[in-house]
T-cell receptor
Framework: KAGVTQTPRYLIKTRGQQVTLSCSPISGHRSVSWYQQTPGQGLQFLFEYFSETQRNKGNFPGRFSGRQFSNSRSEMNVSTLELGDSALYLC?????????????FGQGTRLTVV | SQQGEEDPQALSIQEGENATMNCSYKTSINNLQWYRQNSGRGLVHLILIRSNEREKHSGRLRVTLDTSKKSSSLLITASRAADTASYFCATGPTSGTYKYIFGTGTRLKVLA
């Protein structure tokens, strides 16, 4: 069974640009969560999608958005990039939105904003 | 916000020794998961322990959970250089916005 796939692995963008990251969950998993990881803040929850609907959202500005498609693949978008958005963005896949399920992570997308 | 705190923040041991990492949390949980992260890569799922379990084993890993003390420990026995990584605990709270809340991590270095 294939794991969680995130693309691209690395990105370099300029301040003010926008970026779209993609995540394909494990086959059969319908919940996708996104996290931002930085050295100073650790792993911060961005949002969770299930059945194409955003279920939960962390404390991030509206420049961070996402969506989920009918095949459970998810994308997150960051508009008007700032230097502080440089981070490792991780996607986690789980079977459903239940609170007692395991989460499996992809390799992440390393975003550098210059 | 992160509710998990890991202790120690960093740990350096010799190959063959055991490594113990602790995780403390603040609210009621359904489960607690441990993850490994190698040098800025993705998180690898190690083990999940449910709130009604006290101990769980997987290979060289042993996880304990004490819900009365709101703490968990991860023991890696007979450590290897390849175990060098950061280890995170993630709690699954019973309520609230966050499905998983991650700790700050323990950086483990195993010296050959």
């Amino acid at each position: 069974k294939a794991g969680v796939t995130q693309t691209p692995r690395y990105l370099i963008k300029t301040r003010g640009q926008q970026v779209t990251l993609s995540c394909s969950p494990i086959s059969g998993h319908r919940s996708v969560s996104w996290y931002q990881q930085t050295p100073g803040q650790g792993l911060q929850f961005l949002f969770e999608y299930f059945s194409e609907t955003q279920r939960n959202k962390g404390n991030f500005p509206g420049r961070f958005s996402g969506r989920q498609f009918s095949n459970s693949r998810s994308e997150m978008n960051v508009s008007t990039l700032e230097l502080g958005d440089s981070a490792l963005y991780l996607c986690a896949s789980s079977l459903d939105v239940g609170r007692n399920t395991e989460a499996f992570f992809g390799q992440g997308t390393r975003l550098t904003v210059v | 916000s992160q509710q998990g705190e890991e202790d120690p923040q960093a740990l350096s041991i010799q190959e063959g020794e055991n490594a113990t990492m602790n995780c403390s949390y603040k609210t009621s949980i359904n489960n607690l998961q441990w993850y490994r992260q190698n040098s800025g890569r993705g998180l690898v799922h190690l083990i999940l322990i449910r709130s009604n379990e006290r101990e769980k084993h997987s290979g060289r890993l042993r996880v304990t959970l004490d819900t009365s003390k709101k703490s968990s420990s991860l023991l890696i026995t007979a450590s290897r250089a390849a175990d060098t990584a950061s280890y995170f605990c993630a709690t699954g709270p019973t309520s609230g916005t966050y499905k998983y809340i991650f700790g700050t991590g323990t950086r483990l270095k195993v010296l050959a």
